[in-house]
């Protein structure tokens, strides 16, 4: 091994203990500030570090990193325009984002532990700190079923707690479709059910609703008889619930989300320009005489923030990730991503803030699967290199790599 390989190979090695800081210490660090300097420390600084190695350098001219770099650049382009000496601050956080993108994928690199393992680990550990949740919310605050269950540790707001776990459970479930489980079921039993009693007690229809469609589309995308079963069991469970406890599902209603897209619609019909940066404003919904921060929609928001090419850079971003991942469907990781990028879909479209945020749960559902496609995206460049090399010295490509 040279000594170029040995510094990369030293550098993914950091970045994966960062990854896994990245999906597992919100469950057990008391506060933002040490998550945050965790990941600066341990995904974002090897990250850098490595960009000035020209193999990892090779890796990152991808479609998804340059549709960012981008929108990254038309937000601060707006946030320059629109900021009237406000909101400069956040302009660091599409440079955060960047650095975040970057420490995964060389995360992803590392030899001995995959970025399917790092998942599954994080998936295992949300199962077990979910259960955690449940059991602490029925012993020290209210009984469960009375009141919405919030997670230990950072993630203690309600639906964003929800969309973290609900990615880690798809990214865990599909990715451990075709692993040996063996002698681990018990541990992954048990996580299966920390995770499905922590998102049922969340009570974040929202989820359930992103859930369904993620069985949906996976199941459409690999079809198979026990995916059909899988299908046909989920509506009548869905069927079961709402006929035992229909208050249980509709007792909130649509949650004003109607009316806050309409409003939301309305402001972004008056800025569709340019947007209004990060600025501050609000959705008043009349009925319930209270104004709302955003339309619970990042899709609307995005529009208010950051206007129409904005609003256009992110769905063309959005859709790059969903060409990637239903191209590569056939692999665990594909499959995994179309899931995610489904869930988080739909979740964003119920349930959305917006898109820049220090380190927080939406994370998930908003930069990983941008991060995964771009894992993605570098190992079909490595095998395109493996196959050239192949033809460049008289060999047969070896289609298996």
């Known amino acids: 091994?040279?000594?170029?390989?040995?510094?990369?190979?030293?550098?993914?090695?950091?970045?994966?203990?960062?990854?896994?800081?990245?999906?597992?210490?919100?469950?057990?660090?008391?506060?933002?500030?040490?998550?945050?300097?965790?990941?600066?420390?341990?995904?974002?600084?090897?990250?850098?570090?490595?960009?000035?190695?020209?193999?990892?350098?090779?890796?990152?001219?991808?479609?998804?990193?340059?549709?960012?770099?981008?929108?990254?650049?038309?937000?601060?382009?707006?946030?320059?325009?629109?900021?009237?000496?406000?909101?400069?601050?956040?302009?660091?956080?599409?440079?955060?984002?960047?650095?975040?993108?970057?420490g995964i994928v060389l995360a992803a690199q590392q030899r001995n532990y995959s970025i399917e393992w790092q998942l599954r680990v994080a998936a295992l550990v949300a199962g077990?700190?979910?259960?955690?949740?449940?059991?602490?919310?029925?012993?020290?605050?209210?009984?469960?079923?009375?009141?919405?269950?919030?997670?230990?540790?950072?993630?203690?707001t309600i639906i964003m707690a929800a969309h973290a776990v609900g990615a880690l459970a798809v990214l865990g479930c599909l990715l451990s479709l075709r692993s040996k489980i063996g002698s681990?079921?018990?541990?992954?039993?048990?996580?299966?059910?920390?995770?499905?009693?922590?998102?049922?007690?969340?009570?974040?229809?929202?989820v359930w609703l992103a859930l369904l469609a993620t069985v949906v589309v996976c199941v459409l995308a690999r079809p198979s008889r026990s995916g059909l079963i899988v299908i046909g069991l989920g509506a009548l469970a869905s069927l079961a619930i709402l006929m035992a406890m229909p208050d249980y599902v509709t007792q909130r209603g649509l949650s004003y989300r109607p009316e806050l897209w309409r409003q939301g619609l309305a402001i972004f019909a008056e800025n569709w320009m340019f947007g209004i940066g990060f600025n501050d404003y609000s959705v008043f919904v009349e009925s319930l005489g209270t104004a709302f921060k955003h339309p619970h929609n990042i899709y609307i928001d995005t529009g208010i923030r950051w206007g129409v090419i904005g609003l256009g850079l992110f769905l063309a971003l959005w859709g790059c990730v969903a060409w990637r991942a239903w191209r590569n469907r056939r692999?665990?990781?594909?499959?995994?991503?179309?899931?995610?990028?489904?869930?988080?879909?739909?979740?964003?479209?119920?349930?959305?803030i917006g898109l820049w945020f220090k380190p927080n749960a939406d994370w998930l559902i908003t930069w990983l699967p941008i991060a995964l496609s771009l894992v993605l995206a570098t190992r079909e460049c490595s095998r395109e290199c493996v196959e050239k090399d192949g033809v460049d010295e008289g060999r047969e490509p070896d289609r298996a790599a």
């Open 331 to 352: 692999s665990s990781l594909g499959l995994a991503l179309l899931g995610l990028w489904t869930f988080s879909s739909v979740a964003l479209l119920t349930d959305g």
């Open 184 to 206: 681990r079921w018990p541990l992954y039993l048990l996580a299966m059910v920390g995770l499905v009693l922590f998102l049922f007690f969340g009570q974040t229809r929202g």
């Open 1 to 102: 091994m040279t000594e170029k390989d040995s510094r990369f190979e030293f550098f993914a090695n950091w970045a994966l203990v960062g990854m896994l800081v990245f999906l597992c210490a919100p469950w057990v660090l008391p506060s933002n500030k040490l998550y945050h300097q965790g990941i600066i420390l341990l995904l974002w600084l090897p990250g850098l570090l490595a960009l000035g190695g020209a193999n990892f350098r090779r890796l990152l001219p991808q479609p998804e990193l340059i549709l960012f770099v981008l929108l990254g650049g038309w937000t601060l382009l707006v946030a320059i325009v629109q900021g009237q000496g406000q909101g400069l601050n956040d302009s660091k956080l599409p440079f955060y984002v960047l650095l975040t993108l970057l």
């Open 128 to 156: 077990g700190f979910g259960l955690v949740s449940v059991i602490h919310a029925d012993m020290f605050t209210v009984h469960i079923g009375d009141r919405r269950v919030v997670a230990v540790g950072l993630w203690d």
